[in-house]
C-alpha cells in the first residue's frame, strides 16, 4: 500500500497509546479508513492494531494518520459498536 502523503496538517501530533484513523490507498489508487488504536512509534513508522474478530497489525508513517473527527470520538466513547467507526482494512472473518 505504501506511503500515501495525505495529512495537509503540519501540527499533527500523535499521542502514543491512542486510537486514530490510518489512512492507505488500495492497489487501484482508492483511500482506505481504518479505526485503529496506535501502539509505538519506531524512528518515524508508527505500529498500530485492529481488527475485532481477529488481531491484526501494521505500520505507517505520520502522513498516514489522522485524528477522530468529533462524532468519531462520541461513537468510541459512547460505546458504539466498532462497526460505526471507519472499518475498511482487511478483516478475518471469525
Known sequence: MGNCNMSNNK?????????YIIM???S????KEQYAYIS???NGR??????YFQN??????????RELS???IEKSENGE??????QEFYQSPP
Request: charged residues 35%; contains cysteine.
Open 81 to 86: 459498536k466498532w462497526y460505526n467507526l471507519p
Open 46 to 51: 508508527y505500529e498500530y492494531d485492529y481488527g
Open 24 to 26: 492507505k490507498k488500495d
Open 56 to 65: 491484526h497489525e501494521g505500520t505507517c508513517n505520520i502522513k498516514e494518520i
Open 70 to 72: 468529533q462524532e468519531e
Open 40 to 42: 509505538k512509534e519506531n
Open 28 to 31: 487501484t489508487g482508492n483511500l
Open 11 to 19: 501540527n499533527f501530533e500523535i499521542k502514543v497509546p491512542g486510537k
